[in-house]
T-cell receptor, first 115, second 114 residues
Framework: NAGVTQTPKFQVLKTGQSMTLQCAQDMNHNSMYWYRQDPGMGLRLIYYSASEGTTDKGEVPNGYNVSRLNKREFSLRLESAAPSQTSVYFC??????????????FGPGTRLTVT | AQSVAQPEDQVNVAEGNPLTVKCTYSVSGNPYLFWYVQYPNRGLQFLLKYITGDNLVKGSYGFEAEFNKSQTSFHLKKPSALVSDSALYFCAVRGSSNTGKLIFGQGTTLQVKP
């Protein structure tokens, strides 16, 4: 089991460029999440997908879009990158409920710099 | 509104001494509480959780946490710290809906000195 994988690991963008962050999980989890981590602010939820075919906004969705491509894959798109989007991005997955265990599993992260 | 607070940005302990990393929460209903650890340039790793049952929960790497409902706290503890425990620790609480969303504290850096 690879768990949760993310690509790329590092990315540098110029202001206004677009890119898609990819996330995949092989644990057959129903729910998937995108977070950003900034110093002193913990992790903040950008978007999530409670189940295949659904997506919802989290705490900081502005400037981002997501696609739940299938049960395994959940991508995050920056249409026009801004310096304020410089951050480390984490994808996570979960099978919510007693059988799933309740805890989220995280990918290794993507470090994004926007100049 | 639901929230998590980690009042200390950094905790310093000597190797072999006990350590405590503090967490308090505010949530409606029964809290589902979690601790995660992040080593440099890595993703978050699950340490332990409280869902129901015994107030003292044991987790990975010798860590444990005590749920205190009256004080709305869920402090992370370890009887004897190791230098390798040095990392960033996050407390989290489940959000109000049944979607698995987590609300994270801002994190506490644990520094264990030899």
């Amino acid at each position: 089991n690879a768990g949760v994988t993310q690509t790329p690991k590092f990315q540098v963008l110029k202001t206004g460029q677009s890119m898609t962050l990819q996330c995949a999980q092989d644990m057959n989890h129903n729910s998937m999440y995108w977070y950003r981590q900034d110093p002193g602010m913990g992790l903040r939820l950008i978007y999530y997908s409670a189940s295949e075919g659904t997506t919802d906004k989290g705490e900081v969705p502005n400037g981002y879009n997501v696609s739940r491509l299938n049960k395994r894959e959940f991508s995050l798109r920056l249409e026009s990158a801004a310096p304020s989007q410089t951050s480390v991005y984490f994808c996570a997955s979960l099978n919510w409920g007693r059988q799933g265990g309740y805890e989220q599993y995280f990918g290794p992260g993507t470090r994004l710099t926007v100049t | 509104a639901q929230s998590v607070a980690q009042p200390e940005d950094q905790v310093n302990v000597a190797e072999g001494n006990p350590l405590t990393v503090k967490c308090t929460y505010s949530v409606s209903g029964n809290p589902y509480l979690f601790w995660y650890v992040q080593y440099p340039n890595r993703g978050l790793q699950f340490l332990l959780k409280y869902i129901t049952g015994d107030n003292l929960v044991k987790g990975s790497y010798g860590f444990e946490a005590e749920f205190n409902k009256s004080q709305t706290s869920f402090h992370l503890k370890k009887p004897s710290a190791l230098v390798s425990d040095s990392a960033l620790y996050f407390c989290a609480v489940r959000g109000s809906s049944n979607t698995g969303k987590l609300i994270f504290g801002q994190g506490t850096t644990l520094q264990v000195k030899p």
